[in-house]
């Protein structure tokens, strides 16, 4: 098969599986058999057994939407590919690109495209900027593993904190329900908006220290165990 010769360009977005999230009580004891009692440090691998007991390691379809961190190219655009492997040792896929997903109103040539995209050798992108495409699964099959996938981005995006690696934490089923809670009381508006608000930005905040502050332990030299 002529890989190259395969690739296209496509000007709109195939379906996705729209995952509805289960009740705030479901979703917190989801959580809690994953995580509870786990450390920061042992997050990755409690997820990875989650998610590989659940996905299907191959055979299904994604729309990979990459970031300015994960993008081949100057833009973050997105792709359809095919999912050829899930990684049983990190939260990663193997997949093969079939098609560039860009507005109709840019103008980019496809041998430009496939320059810059190396698309004749699979590559492995983060799981959670894959979309499993729902078109043609008509008996549901690959639901449970847009399931699975969703509750990695969700972990990512509504539980973890910039400070949970502090070196005596672990999860709790009282941390994970109240910060379950915070995503549904912030989605309903219990929560005044100027409240939200000032989440949002301390959160963020948060974010850009711990990065700092990773990027200067990096470049000291130092190691992850001796930065407290």
């Given at each position: 098969?002529?890989?190259?010769?395969?690739?296209?360009?496509?000007?709109s977005c195939?379906?996705?599986?729209?995952?509805?999230?289960?009740?705030?009580?479901?979703?917190?004891?989801?959580f809690?058999?994953?995580?509870?009692?786990?450390?920061?440090?042992?997050?990755?691998?409690?997820?990875?057994?989650?998610?590989?007991?659940?996905?299907?390691?191959?055979?299904?379809?994604?729309?990979w939407?990459?970031?300015?961190?994960?993008?081949?190219?100057?833009?973050?655009?997105?792709?359809?590919?095919?999912?050829?492997?899930?990684?049983?040792?990190?939260?990663?896929?193997?997949?093969h690109?079939?098609?560039?997903?860009?507005?109709?109103?840019?103008?980019?040539?496809?041998?430009?495209?496939?320059?810059?995209?190396?698309?004749?050798?699979?590559?492995?992108?983060?799981?959670?900027?894959?979309?499993?495409?729902s078109?043609?699964?008509?008996?549901?099959?690959?639901?449970?593993?847009?399931?699975?996938i969703?509750?990695?981005?969700?972990?990512?995006?509504?539980?973890?904190?910039?400070?949970?690696?502090?070196?005596?934490?672990?999860?709790?089923?009282?941390?994970?329900?109240?910060?379950?809670?915070?995503y549904?009381?912030?989605k309903?508006?219990?929560?005044?908006?100027?409240?939200i608000?000032?989440?949002?930005?301390?959160l963020?905040?948060?974010t850009?220290i711990?990065?700092?502050?990773?990027?200067?332990?990096?470049?000291?030299?130092i190691?992850?165990?001796k930065?407290?």
């Open positions: 098969m002529d890989t190259e010769s395969d690739f296209s360009v496509s000007y195939p379906n996705v599986y729209r995952v509805e999230l289960a009740s705030m009580k479901d979703l917190a004891i989801t809690a058999e994953i995580l509870e009692g786990v450390s920061f440090s042992g997050v990755e691998g409690s997820l990875v057994d989650y998610v590989t007991s659940v996905v299907e390691p191959i055979g299904w379809k994604a729309v939407r990459s970031t300015k961190d994960t993008s081949p190219l100057d833009l973050e655009y997105d792709f359809i590919a095919e999912v050829t492997n899930v990684s049983l040792c990190g939260l990663e896929a193997e997949i690109l079939k098609s560039v997903i860009i507005d109709d109103e840019i103008s980019s040539s496809l041998d430009y495209l496939k320059e810059g995209l190396n698309i004749e050798n699979p590559r492995n992108v983060p799981l959670r900027e894959l979309y499993v495409v078109e043609d699964d008509h008996e549901e099959f690959f639901q449970k593993t847009a399931i699975a969703e509750h990695v981005r969700f972990y990512y995006k509504h539980i973890c904190r910039p400070w949970d690696d502090e070196p005596d934490f672990v999860y709790t089923e009282e941390i994970i329900k109240t910060r379950v809670q915070l549904f009381d912030m309903n508006n219990i929560i005044p908006k100027t409240m608000s000032k989440i949002k930005s301390i963020k905040e948060g850009r711990a990065k700092e502050l990773k990027q200067l332990y990096s470049d000291m030299g190691s992850d165990s930065q407290r």
